[in-house]
């Protein structure tokens, strides 16, 4: 269940190193310097929302950098999807404390990094197993539309009964209107 991530950023130029720098050694993660001016964030992934706190906060930093490299054991993964992962799989252990994230639509990319992803539960959503609840609309019409006499039909509380052909008076009314 746990994934060691890790985030290799630096050299840069930009006036936010820095902060990134304090970010990544003040954090949950463990940061060493590779080399002078390039770190490495190491993120051990697994049911500490911390964690992954403190690895969506350095790549909100680091992403851009074209120096950043993201790897999740030893494999290059894309740094978006490894932030979007992050904040999500943070947001889910803290509210639910397990991924609960809905798979009716699909399984999203940044799923594909996340150590929470459940795949059966995935193939269950995916094929209808557990549908997304329905949608109910209702479209009412308040009173102050209702007595404007637009024409709208009466409030259904009302006890109004529907003739069967049009009153002799609505043609009369229809007959005054000036043509198109």
Same mark, same amino acid.
Request: charged share 30%; aromatic share 10%; hydrophobic share 35%.
């Given at each position: 269940?746990?994934?060691?991530?890790?985030?290799?950023?630096?050299?840069?130029?930009?006036?936010?190193?820095?902060?990134?720098?304090?970010?990544?050694?003040?954090?949950?993660?463990?940061?060493?310097?590779?080399?002078?001016?390039?770190?490495?964030?190491? #993120?051990?992934?697994?049911?500490?929302?911390?964690?992954?706190?403190?690895?969506?906060?350095?790549?909100?930093?680091?992403?851009?950098?074209?120096?950043?490299?993201?790897?999740?054991?030893?494999?290059?993964?894309?740094?978006?999807?490894?932030?979007?992962?992050?904040?999500?799989?943070?947001?889910?252990?803290?509210?639910?404390?397990?991924?609960?994230?809905?798979?009716?639509?699909?399984?999203?990319?940044?799923?594909?990094?996340?150590?929470?992803?459940?795949?059966?539960?995935?193939?269950?959503?995916?094929?209808?197993?557990?549908?997304?609840?329905?949608?109910?609309?209702?479209?009412? #019409?308040?009173?102050?539309?209702?007595?404007?006499?637009?024409?709208?039909?009466?409030?259904?509380?009302?006890?109004?009964?529907?003739?069967?052909?049009?009153?002799?008076?609505?043609?009369?009314?229809?007959?005054?209107?000036?043509?198109?």
């Amino acid at each position: 269940m746990e994934r060691l991530v890790s985030v290799e950023f630096g050299p840069s130029r930009s006036k936010r190193f820095g902060q990134a720098l304090a970010e990544a050694r003040g954090g949950v993660g463990e940061c060493s310097e590779l080399e002078p001016g390039r770190y490495r964030a190491s #993120f051990i992934l697994g049911e500490d929302p911390a964690a992954y706190t403190g690895l969506a906060r350095l790549l909100e930093r680091v992403r851009q950098w074209r120096a950043t490299e993201v790897y999740e054991d030893d494999e290059l993964v894309s740094a978006v999807h490894a932030k979007e992962m992050a904040w999500c799989a943070s947001f889910q252990l803290t509210s639910f404390r397990a991924c609960r994230n809905p798979f009716y639509w699909g399984v999203l990319p940044r799923c594909a990094v996340c150590p929470l992803f459940d795949a059966e539960r995935a193939i269950r959503d995916v094929l209808g197993e557990n549908p997304p609840p329905g949608f109910d609309f209702e479209i009412t #019409f308040g009173p102050n539309l209702r007595a404007l006499g637009t024409g709208l039909p009466p409030d259904p509380d009302d006890d109004f009964e529907i003739p069967d052909c049009p009153p002799e008076e609505w043609g009369e009314h229809i007959a005054e209107e000036p043509p198109d």
